[in-house]
């Protein structure tokens, strides 16, 4: 009954509103796009980006897409509805985990601490696919963790392959990579010692591979390996280079755990100042896991630290790791076994203050847009905050309320009164995520994309070509419901829609800080401009 209860806590947390804004260029966008394209293509082996092959990402978040597509239709709800029903099952597992190992009360806390983390919720309510895959990444570790002490070695061993092999089939090798260094950074540590014999290890490696092939093995029969070949090659690079501009300092992502999985990451912080306390456990199962976690979290850390390309959710397989070990010392602290340290609650205080105010002050950015815009030098963001957004000061009151709760939240920790304190912070965290994605977001949407989305969904229906200038997007594919182009010059020449003999009107879009050549070319015809982006249509 409990996990029912808890299941449907989840779920009025994380589904409600998913359809609530446009899903957002690039990666919404992207994956959506291509479960919709099955949906048109009839083609479910392959993932598609405008009717041609996209070797980027594997299909299993795809297909879960394009299920709740066929269902509830092509919208924002079906593409985001997959992450909330894994959020879900996220914070269940927890609470299995937890009250397996050590106990119901611990289990409670640490599906109540996830879900008041800031990035770790807000994902279950994205569409984007690492919560998935850090789901059964997560899974793959925990039943090789558990094959050490546990009568059902085999069961195990094959449930981590399996996982495994979906966590490849969602993302990509970087599965293998991040388990693999997981593995051997723990065998060190661990004084080259593993609960799991070589046996297991061939067995998980064994369904993890069958697991894998049942589709990268099809894939190779129907077409070859060239599919296979470019699908490492983007890797590879991904590792290697800034893809697409994003890059960015070695402690990026510490900073984006810090801020993003506050208030988690808080006690993180107090648990490393009591590592040494925490050897003392009672079970071994719970020593051990501790372990596997933190190798888990400084290899993902630090391993994506190392790559070039930064992305925030690059580092999201860290929030499993990051939430198990917080939740261990908010439990700690509960059982009287560890103490917070004045600095730490300072600590606590500044970042949620910060963030409050932060949230609080975006209204005002909407309200005195006027002084603001002389100050800026970038055409497209000036652009975007022209955007009708209508802001009164009372919605100030959202972020500073939560600002108040986090001191209230402090105040109470000091005054030892560690439940209620824990409890104001991590519920009053979960409301003000709310209020955030349901309030907030659509507004920094209206200023970020809603002028191009809405130019986009303006050709719905009609048969013409849409594509945008100068910039990456995936939005014109999904908001204009395009159908595979039949003229054969659409795919074989880059430039055909600006230079060649068309069989249809065509319409462009770019944004106003790279309009200027475009509004002299004498093959476009300016019909509109807003917000920052620039529209044309080819003259005839």
């Not at 509103?17 to 291509?34: M, S």
């Not at 991040?178 to 051997?184: D, E, F, K, N, R």
């Not at 933190?294 to 790791?321: E, G």
């Amino acid at each position: 009954m409990k996990y029912f209860l808890i299941g449907l806590v989840a779920a009025l947390l994380f589904i409600p509103f998913l359809g609530a804004v446009h899903l957002f260029d690039w990666d919404e966008i992207n994956f959506a796009e291509a479960a919709r394209e099955m949906l048109v293509s009839h083609n479910y082996l392959q993932v598609q980006i405008d009717f041609h092959p996209f070797w980027e990402k594997p299909p299993v978040f795809i297909w879960m897409q394009a299920a709740c597509m066929a269902v509830f239709g092509v919208n924002e709800f079906a593409a985001r509805l997959p992450n909330a029903l894994v959020g879900i099952a996220t914070i269940v597992t927890f609470f299995a985990i937890g009250k397996k190992l050590v106990s119901e009360k611990f289990g409670m806390w640490w599906a109540l601490l996830y879900a008041g983390c800031w990035l770790p919720h807000f994902y279950f309510k994205s569409g984007i696919i690492d919560p998935t895959f850090n789901y059964f990444i997560f899974l793959a570790v925990y039943c090789v963790y558990r094959i050490g002490f546990s009568e059902k070695k085999i069961r195990l061993a094959v449930l981590a392959g399996v996982f495994l092999g979906l966590a490849v089939l969602t993302k990509g090798p970087v599965a293998i990579l991040v388990s693999g260094l997981t593995l051997a950074v723990y065998f060190v540590v661990n004084r080259f010692r593993l609960g799991a014999k070589i046996g297991h290890l061939l067995l998980v490696a064994l369904f993890a591979v069958i697991t894998t092939a049942s589709w990268f093995g099809v894939e190779i029969v129907r077409h070859g390996w060239w599919f296979v070949n470019q699908f490492v090659t983007y890797q590879v690079r991904l590792f290697q280079t800034e893809d697409a501009g994003h890059g960015g300092p070695f402690f990026y992502h510490w900073i984006i755990l810090l801020i993003g999985c506050f208030p988690a990451s808080i006690f993180l912080f107090s648990y490393l100042r009591a590592r040494q306390e925490n050897r003392q456990v009672e079970k071994a199962e719970v020593k051990d896991l501790v372990k596997w976690m933190w190798v888990l979290f400084w290899v993902v850390l630090i391993l994506f630290s190392i790559v070039k390309t930064k992305i925030v959710h690059y580092s999201s397989l860290c929030y499993f790791p990051l939430s198990f070990l917080a939740a261990y010392q908010v439990y700690r602290l509960l059982e009287g076994k560890a103490t917070l340290r004045k600095w730490q609650v300072a600590l606590l205080m500044l970042v949620g203050v910060v963030l409050g105010i932060a949230i609080g002050a975006l209204p005002l950015v909407g309200i005195y847009k006027a002084q603001l815009i002389p100050q800026i030098h970038d055409r497209f963001a000036v652009g975007n905050l022209q955007a009708d957004v209508p802001w009164s000061f009372a919605e100030c009151g959202y972020g500073l309320a939560y600002a108040v709760m986090v001191v209230v939240s402090c105040v109470l920790l000091l005054r030892k009164k560690v439940q209620p304190g824990l409890l104001c912070l991590f519920i009053s965290t979960i409301v003000a995520i709310q209020v955030t994605v349901v309030h907030f977001v659509p507004k920094v949407e209206a200023y970020s994309q809603r002028a191009a989305i809405e130019y986009f969904q303006s050709f719905i229906g009609k048969d013409v070509y849409v594509a945008p200038l100068d910039y990456k997007s995936y939005a014109h594919l999904f908001y204009t419901r395009k159908l595979p182009a039949t003229n054969p010059h659409y795919y074989a020449d880059p430039d055909w829609l600006l230079n060649g003999q068309l069989d249809k009107p065509a319409y462009f879009i770019c944004r106003v800080s790279n309009s200027d050549h475009w509004r002299t070319d004498p093959r476009l015809e300016l019909v509109g401009e807003k917000n920052g982006f620039v529209f044309f249509k080819r003259k005839q």
